[in-house]
């Protein structure tokens, strides 16, 4: 098992930027791949980024490449995701998750955190 716990998030003026944090315990970090999503009211969970089992591989959705970045600190056993130049359109839930065999599909995602509220106001 792999508990996830996640900070950060809150409101923020467009244009903003707000860093989440995820901070992992139970079986080793370093063995999964870490991503992010982010669900919208009344939309699918959808993909953000993911990173490599030790940072060097990362992955961005098409929507926020140039604006977010991925990072991780595997000797804190967490994962971050800082978001630029932040948009309406960016609003909502954001969840990390955890997988051993990196994907953009939610479904293959094993271990989840509890979500965290990012609201973009215009």
């Known amino acids: 098992q792999v508990q996830l716990v996640q900070s950060g998030g809150g409101l923020v003026e467009a244009g903003g930027s707000l860093r989440l944090s995820c901070a992992a315990s139970?079986?080793?970090?370093?063995?999964?791949?870490m991503g992010w999503f982010r669900q919208a009211p009344g939309k699918e969970r959808a993909f953000v980024a993911a990173?490599?089992?030790?940072?060097?591989?990362?992955y961005y959705a098409d929507s926020v490449k140039g604006r977010v970045t991925i990072s991780r600190d595997n000797a804190r056993n967490t994962v971050y995701l800082q978001m630029n130049i932040l948009k309406p359109e960016d609003t909502a839930v954001y969840y990390c998750?955890?997988?051993?065999?990196?994907?953009?599909?939610?479904?293959?995602?094993?271990?989840w955190g509890q979500g965290t509220q990012v609201t973009v106001s215009s």
């Open positions: 998750a955890a997988t051993r065999i990196y994907g953009r599909s939610w479904s293959g995602y094993d271990y």
């Open positions: 139970g079986r080793t970090f370093s063995n999964y791949v």
């Open positions: 990173i490599g089992k030790i940072g060097i591989n990362k």
